[in-house]
């Protein structure tokens, strides 16, 4: 075992899906990752931050400048970066006034939105997608699945969760689930969802504009988590566009650093600014410039380049490219999804976590997306030749795939 991975195992606490690790890395650069031992792969999971590719040029330029300017301003002291990265995602905002609160993290913004619906309807419940995820502080995690694991005591109370729109008959049951939660409990403050899960299972239309009259009805508030989502993943600035339904606020995360340093933001109706004496999203690291002239930059480059309109060409150029393996190799079944978040269906003989691993072996590093499914999530960046690239790689696993069990 390499060195440095021993180390980490023996310094780290283990967790699922963390420590201990596959692999040390020693560089990540574009859509590349490379590793100690000198293996590269290319980066189809990238935790959905690497919007912009890994280290970025641009961006590390930025933060360098920065750090010379002002590294670091206490909360009762605003900065440029801070105010003109507020300025920048209010101009994005596709509805009417709006605010924003930043955090470190998506999971704490999460909860900064729950707080806001919270204070402006004076209720407490929140309906959420069984099987969702939304971070994993004690008040975001409990919104995931209904039943956690008993030895981590008590979540967030008046929690409800509705069936997920992505399995069988799963947005019929999901309406009604919360409609019957609605009747049930006076006290939704609000529901709460991905637009699109980041399994990449596409709603179908007019889901989330009869979730929004649902609310709309019950005075509660609608929150789409577009943290893995949003900034262009799917081909449009926020995933909900596809779907016509505004929320009353979003929250984003994940690539709005950068790839690079850890920044989360909720975008919410300015109506909700209802509560001044609370604290809110009270964070030492709520404006610091270093990390909101990162998501400045993410944002002005992804503008400048067009990554948006980048991702929508780009995802039909993967998804076509995967219907071509799909016609040649029994093994594969298509891809799902929108944009650049996108995942690969294989047949249901095919076991996730072994695809996962013969596509680590191909120079491939990609996660489960589902039992049968991997994830197909590249940079907005990402060449053709490099879409490409991934295409003949992915086409070499399922080939090697028997056809049947």
Known sequence: MNDLVARDAAAF???????????????????WLEDTEGRRFIDLHGNTVHHLGHGHPELIAALKRQLDELAFAPRRFTNEPAVLLAEALLARWPGGPARVLFATGGSDAIEIALKLARVATG???????EGS???????????????????????????????????????????????????????????????????????????????RRLCDAHGAKLIF????????????????EHFG?????????????????????????AKLNVAPELELGHYTHEKNPLTTRAALTTLEIIARDRLVER???????????????????????????LGLLLAVEFAPHCDAERLVEACFAE???????????IGLSLPLTVTDTEADEVLARLEAVAVALPSQP
């Open 225 to 240: 988590d577009e943290i893995p989502s949003g900034l262009g993943k799917t081909g449009r600035c926020f995933a909900f």
């Open 363 to 373: 120079g491939l590093s990609t996660t489960t997306k589902g039992a049968h499914a």
């Open 311 to 337: 991702a929508r060409d780009v995802g039909a150029r993967l998804v076509a490219g995967v219907a071509e393996i799909a016609a040649r190799v029994p093994a594969v079944v298509g891809a799902r999804g």
């Open 133 to 211: 995820y939304h971070g994993h502080g004690f008040g975001a995690f409990g919104l995931s699945r209904a039943e956690l694991d008993p030895r981590l005591g008590g979540f967030l109370h008046g929690r409800w969760h509705a069936t997920p729109y992505w399995v069988a008959d799963g947005p019929a049951r999901m309406l009604a689930d919360m409609a019957r939660i609605f009747a049930t409990s006076p006290g939704i403050a609000a529901v709460i969802a991905e637009p699109m899960r980041s399994n990449c299972h596409v709603p179908p239309d007019g889901l989330w504009a009869e979730v």
């Open 13 to 31: 606490f283990h967790q699922h899906g963390s420590s201990p690790c596959l692999a040390a890395l020693r560089s990540a650069e574009g859509v």
């Open 245 to 269: 339904a505004l929320p009353d606020a979003v929250v984003l995360g994940k690539s709005l650093g950068g790839g690079m340093v850890p920044i989360a933001a909720v975008i919410a109706d």
């Open 123 to 129: 209720r407490q419940d929140t309906i959420s997608l």
